[in-house]
């Protein structure tokens, strides 16, 4: 059974998200409103979303990132079933110009 998230406190939530204004706000909201670990997962899932769609392979996605199988499958269920949302995320992004999770992690590998 799903859990209905349209509600008005998940609404009251989003409101407060969509009126940080720059990544230093983002910081200070989100280090105030989740755990470290929260944060941490929520990231590791998004760059699990971006080297999925990156065609990397589960192994490949699990050795970089520490991600358990089960997150990337949970992940990758998403990508192939869910909303759309992380596409539409990359392509806003990809729009912007900015560096792919996957093209920063290999510029910051060691040689």
Do not use: W
Not at 11 to 29: G, R, W
Not at 30 to 48: G, K
């Amino acid at each position: 059974m799903s859990k209905n998230i349209h509600t008005v406190p998940v609404d009251y939530l989003f409101e407060a998200i969509l009126s940080l204004k720059n990544k230093e706000e983002c910081y200070t909201f989100f280090e105030d409103i989740c755990t470290v670990n929260e944060l941490l997962s929520l990231s590791q899932r998004f760059e699990v979303a971006g080297m999925l769609r990156a065609h990397k392979t589960y192994l490949e996605i699990a050795e970089k990132t520490g991600a358990s199988t089960a997150t990337i499958s949970r992940v990758n269920r998403s990508l192939n079933y869910g909303n759309d949302g992380y596409d539409m995320v990359f392509k806003r992004l990809s729009n912007l110009s900015l560096p792919s999770i996957q093209e920063e992690s290999e510029d910051s590998k060691p040689e």
